[in-house]
């Protein structure tokens, strides 16, 4: 299983990103789906997730301008941004619970990450 994000690049403040991250490969069911951003020296935190029925929960930094969804039919997360500000320039990863063909347990992947550069 693979997680390709994309949609990352160099943005003004106040400007806005659509992120993607598609599931690829041996994959019985996706659950959750997320997406994470780490800054230099910071700690990795939680932007958005979403569950496969559709329930999210959103880091109260991003709420209202941020906004998570997902096409199941495609394996898919897509993230919104908009209003973006300098600080939330980051890497941003896609996460997902994947079950495998075959396998009886979810497992939890993560992309490669994708840099978003807010800045004028």
């Known amino acids: 299983v693979q997680l390709q994000a994309s949609g990352g690049g160099l943005v003004q403040p106040g400007g806005s990103l659509r992120l993607s991250c598609a599931a690829n490969?041996?994959?019985?069911?996706?659950?959750?789906m997320g997406w994470y951003r780490q800054s230099p020296g910071k700690q990795r935190e939680l932007v958005a997730s979403?569950?496969?029925?559709?329930?999210?929960i959103y880091a109260d930094s991003t709420k209202g301008r941020f906004t998570i969804s997902r096409d199941n039919a495609k394996n898919t997360v897509y993230l919104q941004m908009h209003n973006l500000k300098p600080e939330e320039t980051a890497v941003y990863y896609c996460?997902?619970?994947?079950?495998?063909?075959?396998?009886?347990?979810?497992?939890?992947?993560w992309g490669q990450g994708t840099l978003v550069t807010v800045s004028s």
């Open positions: 979403i569950t496969n029925g559709g329930s999210t």
């Open positions: 996460n997902a619970d994947v079950t495998r063909i075959g396998s009886g347990l979810p497992s939890e992947y």
């Open positions: 490969g041996s994959i019985f069911r996706v659950y959750n």
